[in-house]
C-alpha cells in the first residue's frame, strides 16, 4: 500500500498531487487527509454499472454524457391552463418600498383577452382603492388579444394605510370611436402578499367579469362556497361588497364581515375578516373553514353579516345574507348552496343582495 501526504506547497483547492509514476492508479481517501491505493477489482457489482432502458440501444445515453431529460425545468402553465369560460389573464409583480413609501407596481402582460369584435386593442387602467378619482394608464395595445405591456408605475402610499389599499386593473378595449369596453377587472388586496424585499412578486390572475346589475339598497355581498366531504370542511371565501350604505364619515369607519356557521338555528362558530377602512366597495378576499360533517348539512346554515365600527367599540350592522338549505333559504341562497353541494371541492362564486337586520 501506498500512502501519500499532501505537500505543503500544492496549489489552493487542490487536495494532493499524484506523482507521474503513480497516476493510472486508483486512490481512496483515509483519515487526516491522506489517500490510499484501492485494490483492483476485475469486476465491478452490478449497482455500479450503467443502467439501460427497455428500448433500442439508440435510445440509452452514452456513458459520460449528460442526459437532457434529468435537466429540465418545470413547465410554466399559467399560460396554458385556462379555464373554461376565461375571460383572459394578466400578469403583474408590485414592490413596496417602505423607506420612500412607494408602491412599485409592474404590469406585464395580459393573454387571451376576449374582444367584442375581432381584433382586440387593450389598455389597462390601475386604481388604488378605495381611491376611485386617481388612476394610471397604460399605452393601448393595437389589434392584440395578447398584448405585452411591460410598463411600470409608481402610487405614493404610506406605510400605514398600505395593508388598507387594494390594487384594481381594469381591461378595456378602445374601439375605433375610442370608447372604452370593460372586458374585465382584477382585484388585488395588498394585505394578502408579503410586498417588501430585494425583487417585486409577480403574480396572475384571471380577469373577473363586472356584475350588470345595479347595487341593491342595502348593497351586495360576494363570496365563494365549497364543500369537501372527504375532510369534511365547510370553505367560505369572502371576495368583496359593493354599495353599502355606510352611516358616517366614510374617513372614520371601518367594515368588516362576520360568518357564522350555524345549526338548528343555534350558533356553532363564529369568524371575521379583516376591517377595511373608509369604503362602501370594500375588496376583502380572505378564506375560512369549517368543520361540518355531511350529516349536518341538510340543518347547517351559514349567516354572512356586514359590520361597520366607528372609533368606538360598539359596531353597526349594515345587511345580512343567509344561505343554506330550504329550511333556511330560497332563491339565489338556496340556489348557491345546492350548487356547492353538486360541485364538491369547487369554489362557486355568486353576488348576493344584503337585507336589512334589525337591531337588538
Same mark, same amino acid.
Given at each position: 500500500m501506498y500512502i501519500i501526504s499532501p505537500p505543503r506547497d500544492r496549489p489552493p483547492g487542490v487536495p494532493f498531487v499524484v506523482p507521474p509514476s503513480l497516476q493510472d492508479?486508483?486512490?481512496?481517501?483515509?483519515?487526516?487527509?491522506?489517500? &490510499?491505493?484501492?485494490?483492483?477489482?476485475?469486476?465491478l457489482s452490478s449497482e455500479f454499472l450503467p443502467r439501460l432502458s427497455s428500448g433500442s440501444v439508440g435510445n440509452t445515453g452514452t456513458v459520460g454524457t449528460i442526459n437532457p431529460d434529468l435537466y429540465k425545468f418545470l413547465e410554466d402553465k399559467s399560460e396554458t391552463n385556462f379555464p373554461e369560460g376565461c375571460l383572459g389573464r394578466l400578469w403583474f409583480s408590485v414592490e413596496y418600498q417602505q423607506d420612500a413609501e412607494r408602491l412599485l407596481v409592474g404590469l406585464i402582460k395580459a393573454?387571451?383577452?376576449?374582444?367584442?369584435s375581432e381584433s382586440c386593442s387593450p389598455l389597462v387602467k390601475l386604481h388604488l382603492l378605495p381611491d376611485e378619482r386617481r388612476f394610471l394608464q397604460s399605452k393601448t395595445k393595437r389589434k392584440t388579444s395578447s398584448p405585452q405591456f411591460d410598463e411600470h408605475f409608481i402610487f405614493q402610499v404610506s406605510s400605514k394605510n398600505i395593508t388598507q389599499r387594494v390594487l384594481r386593473f381594469s381591461v378595456y378595449h378602445v374601439d375605433r370611436q375610442r370608447k372604452h369596453q370593460l372586458l374585465?377587472?382584477?382585484?388585488?388586496?395588498?394585505?394578502?402578499?408579503?410586498?417588501?424585499?430585494?425583487c417585486p412578486h409577480v403574480i396572475w390572475r384571471d380577469l373577473e367579469a363586472e356584475s350588470g346589475e345595479p347595487p341593491s339598497e342595502f348593497g351586495d355581498l360576494q363570496f365563494c362556497l365549497s364543500y369537501n366531504d372527504c375532510?369534511?370542511?365547510?370553505?367560505?371565501?369572502?371576495?368583496?361588497?359593493?354599495?353599502?350604505?355606510?352611516?358616517?364619515?366614510?374617513?372614520?369607519?371601518?367594515?368588516?364581515?362576520?360568518?357564522?356557521?350555524?345549526?338548528?338555528?343555534?350558533?356553532?362558530?363564529?369568524?371575521?375578516?379583516? &376591517?377595511?377602512?373608509?369604503? &362602501?366597495?370594500?375588496?376583502?378576499?380572505?378564506?375560512?373553514?369549517?368543520? &361540518?360533517?355531511?350529516?349536518?348539512?341538510?340543518?347547517?346554515?351559514?349567516?354572512?353579516?356586514?359590520?361597520?365600527?366607528?372609533r368606538g367599540e360598539n359596531s353597526h350592522q349594515l345587511g345580512r345574507v343567509v344561505v343554506g338549505p330550504y329550511m333556511y333559504a330560497r332563491g339565489r341562497q338556496l340556489e348557491h348552496w345546492?350548487?356547492?353541494?353538486?360541485?364538491?371541492?369547487?369554489?362557486?362564486?355568486?353576488?348576493?343582495?344584503?337585507?336589512?337586520?334589525?337591531e337588538p
Open positions: 492508479q486508483d486512490w481512496v481517501p483515509l483519515h487526516r487527509g491522506e489517500w &490510499a491505493q484501492a485494490p483492483q477489482d476485475p469486476c393573454r387571451r383577452l376576449r374582444a367584442p374585465g377587472q382584477v382585484f388585488f388586496p395588498l394585505r394578502n402578499e408579503p410586498l417588501a424585499g430585494d375532510l369534511c370542511r365547510l370553505t367560505v371565501v369572502v371576495l368583496r361588497a359593493k354599495g353599502l350604505q355606510l352611516q358616517e364619515d366614510t374617513s372614520f369607519v371601518s367594515v368588516f364581515v362576520k360568518v357564522s356557521l350555524m345549526n338548528h338555528n343555534k350558533f356553532v362558530k363564529c369568524k371575521k375578516t379583516s &376591517a377595511v377602512l373608509g369604503s &362602501a366597495n370594500p375588496v376583502y378576499s380572505e378564506t375560512f373553514s369549517f368543520k &361540518a360533517d355531511p350529516a349536518e348539512l341538510d340543518t347547517a346554515s351559514l349567516s354572512l353579516t356586514v359590520l361597520q365600527s366607528t345546492n350548487a356547492m353541494l353538486s360541485k364538491p371541492k369547487e369554489l362557486v362564486k355568486r353576488w348576493h343582495a344584503l337585507c336589512p337586520t334589525p
